[in-house]
């Protein structure tokens, strides 16, 4: 976050097309805290606001000439298929996080989600964890199940193929972080081969608590998160420059400011090749801001963010296009 000299009085939209070495995200306007992320595209800068960038050192953030780049041939983008049910969640394991998980998932809609949640705590614990986190205001549907996860066969009872997300959690009970990451790991390879038995990969995220573990899942689809890592990064981020606190809480709100996934083929002609600055164009014409691409087929440097904008990225099926999007409440 930083303020540019001289922008003021030019539109969003065309200071964004003249730094060829960082994403300009949004603005943080005078004395208000709130950023605006991907705001409106005829927003006027004024000059106090400072602008908010995706960049490698704050020496890039400086602009220069319009990129004159044609935009590429386009496809109509796919239109967005409304759920027919409700996403179902699975759960394993128990700690402080799991009520601020269930409040954001209910801020998508109470009928959005069924989740199950299997766990060795007590139900009542749980439920006075509930009651104290979220009041009257939880009404997502959950389903307690109080059982030992890390027990032969539980898992497989579940029976996780017919879930649409699992997400296993690191538990706050064990004595040391290794074994929390043992019962993690041992559950997620259970999991992987019950999932394989039944030719279906739904979706699953594991918790982890020590970042050497990362290496036991080279290679697998699960997406794994290292949470004290994660909170580390924030909390220097931040600690180096305060401004950062507001644009992160923006990120991690359900609506938004959202980082979001679309197929590149869905805005781009399959088998072309294009700038990042092209998909720029292309994402801005939509209402979305590009941040970068991912091809899941590269586990090892698959995803990339802020680019060279003079790499041409030859479209393959599969490959995501990573974009900031504005999303609206159900009731907007």
């Not at 927003?43 to 490698?56: G, K, S, Y």
């Not at 899941?296 to 790499?311: A, C, E, M």
Request: contains cysteine; charged residues 25%.
């Amino acid at each position: 976050v930083r303020r540019v000299e001289g922008q003021d009085g030019q539109k969003f939209c065309e200071l964004g097309q003249r730094f060829a070495r960082a994403v300009l995200l949004g603005v943080i306007r005078g004395k208000d805290s709130q950023p605006l992320l991907n705001p409106d595209p005829e927003t006027v800068i004024e000059p106090e606001d400072m602008l908010v960038f995706l960049a490698q050192r704050h020496e890039d953030c400086v602009p220069g000439p319009r990129s004159d780049v044609p935009p590429p041939s386009v496809n109509a983008e796919y239109p967005l298929q409304p759920v027919a049910q409700a996403h179902r969640v699975l759960i394993l394991g128990w700690s402080r996080k799991v009520p601020a998980l269930l409040r954001e998932l209910a801020r998508f809609g109470a009928d959005s989600f069924e989740v199950d949640i299997v766990s060795g705590t007590p139900i009542a614990e749980r439920k006075v964890d509930l009651d104290r986190y979220l009041g009257s205001t939880m009404k997502l549907r959950v389903n307690h199940v109080e059982d030992g996860f890390a027990t032969p066969g539980v898992i497989e009872e579940r029976r996780p193929d017919q879930y649409d997300d699992i997400v296993v959690l690191a538990s706050e009970l064990l004595e040391d972080k290794e074994h929390a990451d043992a019962v993690s790991v041992a559950s997620a390879f259970r999991l992987r081969g019950c999932l394989s038995d039944q030719g279906r990969r739904s979706a699953v995220m594991v918790e982890l608590l020590d970042h050497e573990n990362l290496t036991l899942f080279q290679g697998g689809d699960e997406d794994v998160i290292v949470s004290p890592t994660v909170v580390s990064y924030v909390v220097s981020q931040v600690a180096l420059q305060r401004e950062l606190a507001p644009v992160f809480w923006e990120l991690t709100r359900p609506w938004g400011g959202q980082i979001v996934l679309r197929p590149a083929e869905s805005l781009v002609e399959p088998n072309s090749k294009v700038r990042f600055d092209q998909l720029q164009q292309v994402a801005a014409a939509r209402g979305d801001i590009a941040l970068g691409f991912w091809r899941p087929s590269d586990p090892d440097d698959g995803l990339v963010l802020n680019p060279d904008r003079d790499t041409e990225w030859s479209i393959e099926p599969g490959d995501e296009l990573v974009l900031l999007r504005s999303i609206k409440t159900p009731e907007s």
